[in-house]
């Protein structure tokens, strides 16, 4: 495996972890403002109680972790290897 493979290898690992942040950042906002618009309406009750559940409002958060956990791997791996291979 040449050098270039590791660098690409951690820098796909930082991307997706970028990438992650990014996501669950996202989610905070767009929770927030989901839920300030819902407290200028007249029914409070969504509001207050968050029922029914929204499951596309946890989207961003899923797909957030998910981008971090593989960030995480992919930039261990690229690490180790880079490591291994050139130290």
């Given at each position: 495996?040449?050098?270039?493979?590791?660098?690409a290898?951690?820098?796909?690992?930082?991307?997706?972890?970028?990438?992650?942040?990014?996501?669950?950042?996202?989610?905070?906002?767009?929770?927030k403002?989901?839920?300030?618009?819902?407290?200028?309406?007249r029914?409070?009750?969504?509001?207050?109680?968050?029922?029914?559940?929204r499951?596309?409002?946890?989207?961003?958060?899923?797909?957030?972790?998910?981008?971090?956990?593989?960030?995480?791997?992919?930039?261990?791996?690229?690490?180790?290897?880079?490591?291994?291979?050139?130290?």
């Amino acid at each position: 495996m040449t050098l270039a493979a590791c660098q690409a290898i951690l820098a796909m690992g930082i991307f997706f972890i970028a990438l992650g942040v990014t996501f669950l950042l996202w989610n905070r906002k767009e929770l927030k403002t989901y839920y300030n618009s819902k407290s200028a309406q007249r029914d409070l009750k969504e509001f207050l109680t968050h029922e029914p559940e929204r499951t596309w409002l946890n989207a961003w958060q899923i797909g957030g972790r998910v981008a971090l956990l593989l960030g995480i791997l992919l930039a261990l791996a690229g690490g180790v290897l880079w490591l291994v291979l050139y130290s």
